[in-house]
């Protein structure tokens, strides 16, 4: 089968890999019908992810269908319809248990696929503890729409969840990527009075506007001055999901007093916190990666219309064309939102 392979930094290949096979009894393999390509791909590319293997396929964000199982999976059967989730955990121990899978203790678990084994940029995949790690599609939910549970749609629903978004409250994001996107959709279930948006690039706050007119959008010259002007001096929740230069420091200040400020981009050097600048303000923080432990519910929630990331992939490739798919997301990802590949 043909797998998007990564080789050495800045070295990506489409070569020839055989057909993954169940190694222990909790695993599944996957057929793979719909993949997606992820910023996070582009940080192993460009060296930023030392944990990477060379060899391994990339890609974590898929949805397929189950082809075989292990004799101790119990969740899925071939012929089912699956959302990939990017989280490799065990469902048992106290992180687990405690919804924390991204901490799971088991060795080789958190983000496992297209990272340190091979991942779903290809024709089939093996899936580790396949009951925690596939959710079954409900009916009359397509691939598109499914695409993103496992990973961003997960992220953005995780940071909703832990922002302690309240009926009437206002909440401020930063960052209209595909992350920052799904965490509006997330907070938006919660029914805050106000979501403001912050983001440097024009062409992604057209499309927030056109796609959530409920959103108030702002360049980031004006989002400070913005959330300054809401009735409480700054928004109640705060959700970081840009991770540029100076967005974390963005976050903190557009934070009423006791407010809860989430983190969930990824950044590439430390950040600073000022304790004696922010002296007073009594902010929570709230920090870490995608804990993917709510993607049945998730898929609950697309199936019911409350949920649609859908117009997020604005280009599809086959795989074959991987080179160009990723040539295009890497150069315009700015302007391109999410790039799929289809096997």
């Known amino acids: 089968m043909l797998a998007y392979t990564f080789f050495s930094h800045g070295d990506f290949r489409l070569v020839e890999k055989p ?10 393999i996957v057929e793979i019908t719909l993949s997606s390509i992820c910023t996070s791909d582009l940080h192993i590319k460009h060296g930023e992810v030392p944990r990477a293997v060379p060899g391994i396929t990339v890609g974590h964000e898929a949805v397929g269908i189950v082809r075989e199982v292990g004799c101790a999976v119990r969740k899925v059967r071939p012929g089912d319809r699956v959302a990939i989730n990017v989280e490799t955990f065990c469902g048992d121990c106290f992180f687990c248990r405690n919804g924390w899978v991204n901490n799971c203790t088991l060795p080789d678990v958190g ?5 340190r084994i091979d991942g779903v940029q290809a024709g089939y995949a093996r899936v ?13 939910v397509d691939d598109l729409h499914a695409l993103f549970v496992g990973d961003i749609l997960a992220t953005g629903y995780w940071a909703a969840k832990i922002a302690e978004i309240e009926r009437g409250s206002t909440v401020a994001i930063i960052g209209a990527g595909p992350t920052g996107i799904c965490a509006l959709q997330c907070a938006k279930l919660r029914s805050p009075s106000q ?10 706050r057209e499309f927030v506007r056109a796609h959530y007119p409920y ?6 010259q004006e989002f400070e001055a913005a959330c300054k002007a809401l009735e409480r001096g700054g928004a109640d929740s ?19 007093p006791n407010a809860v400020v989430v983190i969930v981009a990824m950044y590439g050097k430390p950040q600073s916190l000022p304790l004696p600048d922010m002296y007073g303000k009594n902010l929570t923080f709230k920090t870490g990666g995608v804990d993917g ?6 898929l609950r929630l697309i199936a019911e219309g409350k949920l649609d990331t859908s ?13 160009e798919a990723y040539a295009l997301f890497e150069a315009r990802r700015d302007g391109v939102i999410k790039v799929a590949l289809k096997p």
């Open 19 to 28: 057909l993954p096979s169940v190694k222990a009894p909790t695993d599944a």
């Open 111 to 115: 983000w496992a696929l297209g990272c």
């Open 128 to 140: 580790p503890m396949a009951d925690n790690g596939l959710s079954l599609i409900p009916d009359g």
């Open 195 to 204: 979501i403001l948006v912050c983001e440097k690039d024009a062409a992604r």
């Open 215 to 220: 959103a108030r959008v702002f360049a980031p």
């Open 238 to 256: 705060v959700i970081e999901a840009a991770g540029g230069d100076d967005t974390f420091e963005l976050a903190w200040k557009c934070a009423r």
């Open 293 to 298: 432990c709510d993607c049945d519910e998730i």
């Open 311 to 323: 117009p997020l992939v604005t280009h599809t490739f086959p795989l074959s064309r991987a080179d």
